[in-house]
């Protein structure tokens, strides 16, 4: 059964939502968040990525990275740091501070968003909504080699009347009036932003962009990605994935890896091992059982070939998610194909360059065009 790759690939490395700041403001202005890593131990202390978000709600203000221009941003337009990337929210471009770390210490003793009022004495000027979404990086995460530093969606006119009012309503509400569920209801909210402004870059990219979320869009690699995340235990075969999605072998190979950087065997190796990731975090089955939701009839061929992308084995990887440790990022360059009867010595490319999928040429910004 074929399933939607891209909610897959959310729900598997665990995305997850907070706001945190009903942010009001008055010139002038400045704000600067330091790496979403530094923030992370605080605001998502499980999570090993970190992504920073801001909703302008009402009036302007400006955006970006320290190390470019800013964008202008006005009420109804969201930017997204998918990165984790520092950056500064100001008044007026230009302007500079230091970050303040201790505006994050202490959620978990309060309800969540906090109320935050920077700037001159007169009355605000601008509000912003700002939070965090956290997710899995490791070992294999798609998504997030695709996604450029800045994202920004104009939303503009549906402000009042779009999918957006009703969440910049409950962000404003829940941080005047807490109320019990407050958090999950913004928490849902967020993920959900996410997921549409993701998708709007998606229909954005042009004919000739590469990447995962390129390869979604295109026919064949798209409905190879849905096969094998719909069963990615299953003992697929480069033949019949080719026979499922109208391609001959080779031709599946050179498309694949075209959009998506590596074969498509190498790419069911690496999901699966995301999968038994969670799996092994998850801290209910046992690690025969989790190679064999997998797709491995062998623990020990499952084993070597966790250590092998992952650098740490599953029972490690397990300890390690557990106290909190910190794990061995794998080394993609010396990565291990698939077993044997998933992988037929016929298939060709699998000699690629392994580190072509993080290559993929991503632009730096997402801006979605006005309408007006």
């Known amino acids: 059964m074929a399933a939607d790759a891209l909610s897959d690939l959310l729900r598997t490395v665990r995305l997850t939502g907070a706001v945190f700041f009903n942010l009001k403001v008055s010139e002038p202005w400045v704000a600067e968040a330091p790496p979403a890593r530094v923030c992370q131990p605080f605001v998502m202390p499980t999570a090993q990525h970190v992504i920073e978000f801001h909703v302008v709600t009402k009036g302007f203000c400006w955006g970006g990275l320290l190390d470019d221009n800013p964008i202008r941003l006005q009420a109804g337009d ?4 998918p990165q984790g990337d520092a950056h500064v929210m100001s008044s007026a471009p230009g302007m500079r501070t230091q970050p303040d770390v201790t505006l994050y210490q202490g959620s978990e003793r309060t309800q969540l968003p906090f109320v935050l009022t920077l700037g001159g004495m007169g009355p605000p000027t ?6 965090f979404l956290g997710c899995d990086s490791r070992p294999f995460n798609p998504l997030l080699e695709a996604l450029p530093r800045v994202l920004h969606l104009r939303e ?7 999918w957006l009012a009703y969440f910049v309503r409950a962000a404003i509400e829940e941080s005047e009036n807490k109320r019990a569920g407050g958090e999950s209801i913004l928490s849902r909210l967020s993920e959900l932003m996410f997921l549409e402004v993701v998708r709007r870059y998606l229909a954005s990219l042009p004919e000739e ?3 995962w979320l390129a390869g979604l869009r295109d026919r064949h690699v798209g409905q190879a990605l849905n096969l094998l995340h719909g069963q990615p235990a299953f003992a697929w075969t480069l033949e019949r994935l080719a026979g499922e999605v109208g391609l001959s072998r080779s031709a599946l190979i050179e498309r694949f890896t075209h959009f998506v950087g590596v074969p498509p065997m190498h790419y069911l190796t690496r999901w699966r091992m995301q999968v038994a990731a969670g799996l092994l975090t998850n801290g209910i089955d046992t690690v025969a059982r989790v190679a064999a939701k997998v797709g491995y009839d062998s623990e020990a061929a499952f084993s070597r070939t966790f250590k092998k992308l992952v650098g740490t084995p599953p029972a490690a990887w397990r300890k390690a998610q557990m106290v909190g440790g910190a794990v061995v990022k794998g080394d993609y360059d010396d990565e291990e194909p698939a077993p044997k009867y998933l992988l037929p010595s016929s ?9 072509a999928f ?15």
């Open 347 to 355: 298939s060709k490319g699998s000699s690629k360059d392994k580190n």
């Open 209 to 211: 962009q590469t990447g």
């Open 126 to 131: 601008a509000h912003v909504v700002c939070g």
């Open 358 to 372: 993080n290559r993929a040429e991503q632009p730096d910004h997402y801006i979605q065009q006005s309408h007006d």
């Open 156 to 162: 503009g006119a549906n402000l009042e009347a779009g």
């Open 78 to 81: 969201i930017i997204i740091f």
